[in-house]
């Protein structure tokens, strides 16, 4: 079993397979996680981290990534994922960021939930189904706001849903399914 940080930048971590498309990086091993077949075994993966790497692929190679994700994990094994949040400057401000990703779009890949949410007619495009892939979002999902947000602020989740710069990132945690 292994554990991997994919799309790990300058930001190795002792103990992970470090995966990253960029060779000054000096990464463990050099691949295009959204367009190259990922060069590890099914289900040899045990825990991931995702550190503000999604938001950099294009539709199809999210897709991609996804998918190979899917492949190289077992039952069970974690994804750790951090993300900009899409109305923060963090976000809008770096052109290399290809499409906001929130945790609904992460859900879409969840047959549990996603049936759930569309048996109370919120219908919501099934990733799972057309990738064959099945991840279940995990509640709780963590913020971290712009250093000039007040957290106690009794407003905070109407600003959160409403304007920029509120939050700055999102953590949230992705288990995988394998029946």
């Known amino acids: 079993m292994i554990k991997l940080n994919i799309g790990s930048g300058g930001k190795k971590i002792d103990g992970y397979v470090n995966v990253d498309c960029q060779s000054h990086e000096t990464p463990d091993v050099l691949c295009d996680i959204g367009r190259d077949p990922w060069p590890f075994e099914d289900n040899c993966a045990e ?12 539709t199809p190679e999210f897709m991609h990534c996804m998918q190979e994700l899917y492949r190289v994990c077992r039952h069970g094994t974690l994804v750790h994922v951090a ?13 290399t960021h290809q499409h906001p990703i929130l945790p ?18 919120q219908i919501l495009t099934p990733f799972w189904k057309y990738l064959g892939v099945d991840f279940f979002l995990e509640p709780r999902i963590k913020y971290r706001f ?9 407003e905070l989740a109407w600003k959160m849903k409403h304007l920029n710069n509120i939050v700055m990132e999102f953590e949230c945690t992705l288990r995988v399914v394998k029946c």
């Open 47 to 58: 825990d991931v981290v995702a550190h503000h790497v999604l938001e950099h692929l294009t």
């Open 104 to 121: 609904m779009t992460l859900l879409m890949f969840s047959r549990s939930q996603l049936e759930a949410l569309r048996a109370r007619d």
């Open 146 to 154: 712009d250093e000039s947000v007040d957290p106690d602020d009794p």
């Open 83 to 95: 993300l900009p949040h899409p109305r923060h400057d963090v976000f809008l401000g770096d052109p």
